[in-house]
Nanobody, 125 residues
Framework: QVQLVESGGLLVQAAGSLRPSCAASGRTFRRHVLGWFRQAPGKEREFVAAIGWSGGSTLYADSVKGRFTISRDNAENTVYLQMNTLKPEDTAVYYC??????????????????WGQGTQVTVSS
């Protein structure tokens, strides 16, 4: 069982940066693929980024490549999403998620079993 709690969502101006984080409970943290997803008002949830167990492999949505960086600290049971050059279209509730232990890295939300409560990111133009 993994419990996830996001923090760090804020209101920021376009072209600014944010670094939300997600703290996890449980002793199996390092065995889970971790991902960030987002959902804007009136839209479906979409994949943003994912990171493998050791942090050596990552996946990004095309819309955030080159602007966002996902990282994890297994000693601190925390995953981060460094977001640079933010755009108004990045406005959404951002959720972190974890797969079952020993899963392959994936962008499909259906493979993630554990979800946080979300943190609001608002980018003003």
């Amino acid at each position: 069982q993994v419990q996830l709690v996001e923090s760090g969502g804020l209101l920021v101006q376009a072209a600014g940066s944010l670094r939300p984080s997600c703290a996890a409970s449980g002793r199996t943290f390092r065995r889970h693929v971790l991902g960030w997803f987002r959902q804007a008002p009136g839209k479906e949830r979409e994949f943003v980024a994912a990171i493998g167990w050791s942090g050596g492999s990552t996946l990004y949505a095309d819309s955030v490549k080159g602007r966002f960086t996902i990282s994890r600290d297994n000693a601190e049971n925390t995953v981060y999403l460094q977001m640079n050059t933010l755009k108004p279209e990045d406005t959404a509730v951002y959720y972190c998620a974890a797969t079952p232990p020993y899963s392959a890295i994936t962008s499909s939300g259906g493979y993630y079993s554990y979800w946080g409560q979300g943190t609001q990111v608002t980018v003003s133009s």
